[in-house]
């Protein structure tokens, strides 16, 4: 048997489903690309993938060791009208989600018939699901694992975050779907896969509480991720003007909030003392154009549309203040970019951004009601604009947090050594949530 030394340093032969995963795309797809790329710098990695992002992934060149291309040409066919015809290409659209539910069972399927023989034979030491991240979506390959010869290990997952309570934000954008959510808990595999998995990685205090009852092989490895330009690119210096620059990032739609935002930042913009930048475009534009215009703010904020990803983290980098109060946030991969970009954060205590966000890196105010969570940033800005000191020593902490905790070679990591336990071949790590929220214990 090797020793712990060699455990640690040991190449896994991960055979990792990640359909869809994509290096040119945003979101989802990119994490999941990114985290299957980090990995691969450890591991042998074998990724199974759809064809739609195969070109993609060829093209980055990653260190994978190979790259299965699972096809179902009729079942796509299907994904792909309805995509186009019934969803209007709505990535947000919880429908969609539970239209993907089927599809990923049956990709599984295929995956299982074509990597069997492999697996039986010995070629891996385990199956990783990255993705889908939604909890919602089960996994077969528990089930087909549940007696061995190899162990499955799940996640990061992340999702089923409830909406607040009292925020006119999150009823508009609340959709039907969202009251149906629980029956996922009676679809195919649904009970297996909690119960066969080795161990599942969860992407958020919340997710963590959802499987409480399987308490003892859940561990919290963040949901988002920076890149190695991002990690190893020169830390910001000290950056002092006497303006606070604040800035919000993120589509222009309800539950984002970037109304609250701008309400809260109205006072220090009216008496001169902060310009605002806004990033992002969506159907709340007008309205929010209309609402700097009766606060008597428009000429000191700007809204720029899309940026591409480049030039908005060089917006981070010039900016002194992230204001994003979103009120339904799973990870929250701008509040990431912006702690690394040097940009303190102010957001909502809530979902991703809640977890990643600590008082010595920026703030969390409390989601009470809409006058209580403007007056709150109202007052966090206030005390910045007039204490500089304070904004630099935030700022210096959070780059140097970001950096350490949130790398993906950092999360590739800690995957590692929960896939060590899983093949009982190291110690439980210790990954508890940030939020020590109650885990119901099995009964």
């Given amino acids: ?41 450890l591991h042998d990695v074998t990724l199974v993938i759809r064809p739609s992002s195969e070109d993609a992934i060829r093209r980055a060149k ?14 796509e066919h299907i994904e792909a009208w309805a995509l186009r015809r019934i969803f209007k290409f709505n990535y947000r659209s919880q429908v969609l989600t539970a239209f993907g539910v089927p599809i990923s069972l049956v990709f599984e399927w295929y995956t299982w018939r074509r990597m069997r023989s492999r697996i039986m034979a010995g070629e891996f030491d385990v199956v990783l699901r990255l993705l889908p991240l939604s909890t919602v979506c089960p996994s077969p390959f528990a089930f087909f694992l549940r007696k061995g010869p190899i162990p499955f290990v799940l996640g990061p997952l992340n999702g089923g975050l409830p909406w607040p309570p009292g925020f006119s934000q999150a009823e508009n954008q609340k959709q039907w779907i969202s009251g149906l959510r629980g029956l996922y808990r009676f679809l195919p595999f649904a009970r297996s896969t909690r119960l066969h998995s080795a161990a599942i990685i969860a992407g958020s205090s919340h997710t963590c509480a959802e499987f409480g009852e399987h308490w003892n092989k859940v561990f919290y490895v963040p949901e988002n991720g920076l890149s190695r330009s991002v990690v190893l690119s020169e830390l910001r210096g000290s950056h002092r003007t006497s303006k606070l620059e604040l800035i919000f990032v993120g589509s222009l739609v309800p539950f984002k909030a970037c109304d609250l935002a701008l309400r809260a930042a109205a006072p220090l913009l009216r008496s001169d003392l902060a310009r605002f930048t806004v990033i992002g475009d969506g159907p709340e534009r007008n309205r929010l154009e209309q609402l700097a215009r009766s606060l008597g703010i428009e000429g000191r904020v700007s809204f720029h549309g899309l940026l591409s990803h480049a030039e908005t983290i060089e917006r981070l980098r010039f900016a002194d203040v992230l204001v994003f109060p979103s009120l339904h946030e799973f990870g929250g991969a701008v509040v990431v970019e912006a702690l690394a970009a040097g940009a303190v ?16 890196v920026g703030f969390k105010v409390t989601l009470s009601n809409e006058s209580d969570v403007v007056s709150e940033i109202e007052g966090i800005l206030e005390r910045l604009a007039h204490d500089k000191d304070l904004l630099e020593r935030l700022r210096e902490q959070g780059m140097s947090y970001a950096r350490e905790s949130f790398a993906w070679d950092a999360k590739a990591q800690s995957i590692t050594a929960i896939i060590h336990w899983a093949l009982r071949r190291g110690p439980k790590p210790n990954l508890p949530p940030p939020k020590m929220l109650h885990l119901k214990t099995a009964r």
């Fill in 345 to 360: 954060p102010v957001v909502a205590d809530f979902g991703g951004p809640g977890d990643n966000v600590h008082p010595n």
């Fill in 1 to 41: 048997m090797m020793d712990s030394i060699d455990q640690s340093t040991a190449r896994l032969r991960i055979l990792l489903l990640a359909p869809g995963c994509n290096p040119e795309s945003i979101t989802i797809p990119l994490e999941g690309y990114s985290q299957a790329e980090a990995l691969a710098r």
């Fill in 62 to 75: 990653a260190p994978f060791r190979a790259v299965e291309v699972i096809r179902m040409a009729w079942l």
